[in-house]
């Protein structure tokens, strides 16, 4: 059975899209207020894109950066994966930075970020005294080596 997520788009640019047909993001588009926007080295904003969601709540949505724009430009999302938790109803914005050593343009339209479905687990939290051990027990960060 297919699932359906409502999209009221205000921007003017359209539904997001799937670039390819093995594409797992839709595209989000910047929505500016003017016909551009430069970031200078370092410097971050949040890039507004007139898409507003309606998803069941089994669903989440992350915003994640485009490669391209991450390698070519140095132009990333910001917060790694922003969540967006399906029962927000407010305009999707996308916390952008500029990474590279010369200011970035980015203009009205222009493919910014993409936007993934994925479902949540929700799991009741126990309270524990105790946690079983493993091999690997309390070690993280870098424990199990370089290679």
Known sequence: MKEFVKVKVKSGLGMPVYQTPGAVGLDLSAHLTEEKLTLAPM?????????????????????????????????????????????????????????????????????????????VAKPSLLKAKRLCETVRNKGGFGSTGKV
Do not use: C, W
């Open 43 to 119: 410097q971050r904003a949040l890039i507004p894109t007139g898409i507003y969601l309606e998803m069941p709540s089994h669903l989440e949505a992350q915003v994640r950066a485009r490669s391209g724009l991450a390698l070519k430009q140095g132009l990333t999302v910001l917060n790694g994966v922003g969540t967006i938790d399906s029962d927000y109803r407010g305009e999707i914005g996308v916390i952008m930075v500029n990474l590279s050593q010369e200011e970035q343009t980015l203009y009205k339209g222009d493919r910014i970020a993409q936007l993934v479905f994925n479902r």
